[in-house]
């Protein structure tokens, strides 16, 4: 059973706690807490798991560890670091040559910041525009492309290098625009802990810029405050804080000045306090350990950096599919050219032909069209409340296969909300979800003695507050206390109200030691006591309960912790309620509640599931993706959740940070396959686990929304970073910010994703048999020893204006039905299979007959060479507009995916018909392409040509349907 919100007191023990459904591994033993000060003292750089440079330590400008000796002079520590959190206040103060009581003297301060330099997280060299916009050139297909239009050039050919070198260029700008958006995280970084903060120097209080600070420095802490740097606190009264964003915990955290031993996770470490992280009340002080970069901040900082901005399956596939296309070029170009040598022609028009086959077999449109398809997906994927950063991570959703999400905030609501409620030996549930009011308490109808006393002390008893801002629901203060406010709303007992008829006389505030909180108030002219905290406090100190009707009856002890250990099987976390009445003044002390208390109820809350997020689950489990759970939060709470939401079954386990820090690479790559919850996980141990799942060749997502998760958003396939709840550094280092935050837009955002790529392939299958028809025209030309069909130029007018006319429209095709049904694609699986090859096959060579054989029927009927050459144009045309509705579902008919479900295919034939027209028929463009007129009974011919090919492809489709 969890307490909730409040960090508990060295050794302090929880009733109920599920530790046996975990993995067994080895642990390393620990001693005890009479020996661990000269543990402490030792314990340099042996945290549990880490991987990186984690755990705090003074560090010279360039890194190097240091400690001090009097006078500010540094010398080498032994072994690496200092575990702060492991030494006594007045120790740490010692090696720091700190003061309490007098800060640092303005002089020393000048000292340590020459050696530590400002409070500030080092920036990254980002690559300037020029090197960005000369990177998007740096592609095999645009390398070609560019070599063309050089030799096209070269040879004079301005026209048709003039449009090689503006296509390239085009498609650079548009990827340039796109990807213009650097990467900012570490500038986040900064702003994120940029600040003014309270310091103690020379005995007197200053307010400073939290850059200002060095190590050694004593820094003053309110509620509101947002840390400055990485304390060591030495005194806390009542002090939490909220640091769900560095470690995943959704509720607060009570501080405390005491040592804890040096394994003690990142989140459990309650004597200190994390530059970026906030105070949400009491008072407290400490010595700043770390600055910069060496902060907990900082470290994550250098995770981000040093994370590779990997390749996408799309840019690996497409890099692959370019190196096959050189080679085929090259070897078609050779052939060409050896094959003319031989039958003696000249290497000069040889050339001429190998580069006219290099032109017609480039896809000079691929690069332009697959820009274009992307950023039409990033179009649609905006309206499904999903902004992507960076195009390629478009179809990298398409191929995921495993998505990595954080509980809190991602799958969960980020809003501590009661779900049950034990008083008076009755167990109540609670309906609604998050921090609004709506829902009922029990069956709604009538509310039992013993239960609204439960909901009575659970708001008087509290600091929180509970407003509505612009249609959402907000508290103001600690989540959990927030919680206690809602449910009480539910039952109709409004706070304010209730603070105005029952004011305050006294409090006892929180304290980590005592775990627990009561206020006074006078109640029908009785003055009465209300306790809330944990169990384990104020069960020992009660004598007698209430009863369903408030009646006083004798405590029983083992129903009231068989309910809470019914709640902690959940994952509900846990709070205790009870009284004191009496007493003749308003003075209340902690000496009154050592026994007689009277214990009213169980109260049990829980960060609940968003409610699309079970079904988003599912339908990705359909889609044969794994969904895997990654938190800094308790392993039963995120066991819990995980079974609501599907992710883990109940016979599951979860794997916890302690755990995962024992095992090897390959350990881990096997644990990985089978564990989908993973708790009480550190920032860089996320990252070991998104590299361990890539290692296993997986495709990986990964979703959060805190400065924890930044590192392991750059380093996944794909970053999926919350909009409304995220910070600016998880945003900076994602390639796609949901602006619902909701997980269920993850589904829509593969959906798209699966589309887009489907497209893509539409487009490919589509253009490939025009450049390789164009490509076997001119070989079958010289082997044939006959005047080429085609020329260069009018091969790239066929290649550009049916690219954009016709190729594009595919890219607005809607998405197949059952394309969330189907698994991911292997991440090793070509772009084409063998049966779109053989289709690409088979219409280059229908092409090749059509066009080379209306060529030649045209010459031996006494046709002129350019009326030959305009009815060979044409067919490769009308082939490529039939072909094209061929395209529109790779497995199906055009009839079965609608003829009109896509307008867009209409209009491009249109266009493309009438620009045939003008090609055909207008003098201007007969110069400028060596066009001629042609009669109807030509274009009879031409059209049989492409309604054949149509047809033929139906056919091919159809009996593979069948096979």
């Not at 975990?22 to 402490?40: A, F, I, W």
């Not at 992710?647 to 690479?665: K, N, Q, S, Y």
């Not at 595919?810 to 197949?816: G, N, R, V």
């Amino acid at each position: 059973m969890k307490v909730s919100g409040n960090a508990r007191s060295p050794g302090s023990k929880h009733l109920g706690r599920d530790d046996g459904n975990r993995p067994v591994v080895r642990r390393r033993q620990l001693g005890t807490r009479e020996d661990e000060g000269d543990s402490c003292a030792q314990a340099v750089g042996k945290r549990l798991g880490s991987v990186m440079d984690a755990g705090s330590e003074l560090a010279r400008h360039d890194g190097s560890p240091v400690g001090l000796r009097p006078g500010g002079q540094m010398k080498e520590q032994t072994g690496g670091r200092v575990a702060w959190h492991c030494l006594p206040a007045d120790e740490a103060a010692a090696r720091l040559q700190a003061s309490f009581e007098q800060g640092l003297a303005e002089s020393e301060v000048l000292t340590r910041r020459a050696i530590h330099g400002e409070n500030r997280i080092s920036p990254k060299p980002g690559k300037g525009p020029l090197q960005r916009f000369a990177l998007q050139f740096v592609q095999p297909l645009i390398l070609v492309l560019l070599a063309a239009g050089a030799v096209t050039a070269f040879l004079g050919e301005w026209i048709d290098s003039g449009v090689i070198f503006g296509v390239t260029l085009i498609n650079a700008i548009i990827g340039f625009i796109q990807e213009g958006r650097a990467e900012n995280a570490l500038a986040a970084l900064v702003h994120s802990v940029s600040s003014e903060v309270t310091v103690l120097r020379g005995g007197c209080k200053q307010r400073l810029p939290s850059a200002a600070l060095v190590p050694g420095d004593v820094v003053l802490l309110a509620a509101g405050d947002k840390v400055p740097a990485d304390l060591r606190l030495f005194r806390a009264k009542d002090l939490q804080a909220i640091e769900s964003a560095l470690t995943g915990e959704s509720t607060a955290v009570a501080k405390h000045g005491d040592a804890l031993p040096a394994d003690t996770l990142l989140a459990e470490r309650g004597n200190m306090a994390y530059a970026g992280t906030v105070m949400i009340s009491g008072l407290g002080a400490g010595v700043v350990v770390d600055t910069g970069d060496r902060t907990e901040t900082g470290r994550i900082s250098r995770l981000i950096a040093e994370a590779p901005d990997l390749s996408t399956p799309l840019t690996r596939k497409m890099a692959a599919f370019s190196n096959w296309l050189l080679i085929a070029i090259g070897l078609l170009a050779a052939l060409t050219f050896a094959v003319g040598m031989l039958r003696g022609e000249s290497a000069f028009a040889m050339f001429m032909a190998a580069v006219a086959l290099a032109v017609g077999a480039i896809p000079e449109g691929l690069p332009a069209a697959m820009t274009i398809t992307l950023a039409i997906g990033v179009s649609r994927m905006a309206k499904r409340r999903a902004i992507i950063r960076k195009l390629p991570a478009v179809e990298t959703l398409g191929s995921t296969t495993v998505i990595c999400s954080d509980k809190t905030g991602t799958l969960t609501e980020n809003q501590m909300t009661v779900r049950e409620i034990h008083a008076g030996g009755v167990r109540a549930t609670v309906s609604g979800s998050g921090y609004s009011p709506s829902g009922r308490v029990g069956d709604g109808e009538s509310i039992a003695v013993a239960l609204r006393e439960c909901l009575l002390a659970g708001a008087l008893c509290n600091d929180a507050g509970l407003n509505r801002v612009n249609r959402h629901w907000e508290v103001v203060g600690d989540p959990t206390e927030g919680a206690l406010l809602v449910v009480a709303r539910k039952a109709g007992l409004d706070e304010r109200t209730l603070q105005k008829i029952f004011p305050r006389l006294d409090e006892i505030p929180f304290d980590s030691t005592r775990q627990y909180m009561a206020t006074r108030h006078e109640i029908e002219g009785q003055r009465i006591a209300y306790y809330k905290g944990a169990l384990e406090q104020l069960l020992p100190r009660s004598t007698s309960m209430l009863d369903a009707n408030g009646q006083a009856i004798p405590l029983r002890r083992s129903e009231i912790e068989g309910a809470a250990r019914g709640m902690a099987a959940q994952g509900l976390r846990v709070l205790a309620m009870a009284r004191l009445a009496g007493g003749t003044t308003a003075a209340l002390d902690a000496a009154s509640a050592d026994a007689g208390l009277q214990f009213i109820g169980l109260v049990g809350m829980i960060d609940p599931p968003r409610p699309k997020a079970v079904a988003a689950v599912r339908t990705c489990h359909g889609a044969g993706i794994a969904v895997k759970m990654i938190t800094g939060d308790h392993a039963v709470t995120a066991l819990s959740i995980a079974r609501q939401l599907g992710i883990a079954r109940a016979a599951d386990t979860a794997l916890t940070g302690r755990e995962l820090a024992l095992l090897d690479e390959e350990a881990l790559r096997g644990v990985v396959r089978t564990v989908n919850v993973f708790a009480r996980v550190e920032p860089e141990q996320k990252l070991r686990l998104v590299r361990a799942l890539q290692a296993n060749g997986e495709v990986v997502a990964m979703t959060g929304d805190g400065v924890n998760d930044a590192p392991a958003l750059k380093q996944a396939h794909i970053g999926i970073a919350m909009g409304l709840a995220g910070t600016e550094v998880a945003k900076e280092a994602a390639d796609m910010v949901l602006t619902d935050d909701d997980f269920a837009s993850i589904e829509a955002a593969v959906e798209e994703g699966r589309g887009v790529f489907d497209n893509l392939v539409k487009f490919i299958t589509w253009t490939l048999p025009t450049n390789f028809g164009e490509g076997l025209v001119i070989v079958a030309a010289i082997v044939a020893d006959a005047t080429l069909p085609i020329t260069p130029l009018q091969i790239l007018w066929i290649n550009m204006t049916t690219a954009v006319f016709l190729g594009l429209m595919l890219a607005f095709e809607p998405i197949d039905h059952g394309v969330m049904r189907r698994p991911p694609r292997p991440p090793d699986t070509p772009i084409l299979d063998a049966a779109l090859v053989w289709r690409i096959v088979l219409v280059s060579v229908l092409l090749l007959a059509g066009s080379f054989g209306l060529f030649l029927r045209e010459l031996a009927q006494g046709e002129p060479l350019a009326e030959a050459r305009t009815v060979a144009l044409n067919v490769f045309v009308v082939v490529q507009a039939m072909y094209l509705f061929n395209c529109r579902s790779l497995t199906r008919s055009a009839l079965a995916v609608g003829l009109f479900s896509n307008a867009a295919v209409w209009y491009g034939v249109l266009i493309m018909a009438l620009l045939q027209a003008l090609l055909t028929y207008t003098p201007l463009l007969n110069r400028l392409f060596s066009t001629a007129p042609i009669g109807w009974h030509q274009w009879c011919e031409i059209f049989a040509v492409g309604a054949l090919a149509y047809l033929v492809v139906g056919i091919e489709k159809r009996f593979r349907a069948r096979r």
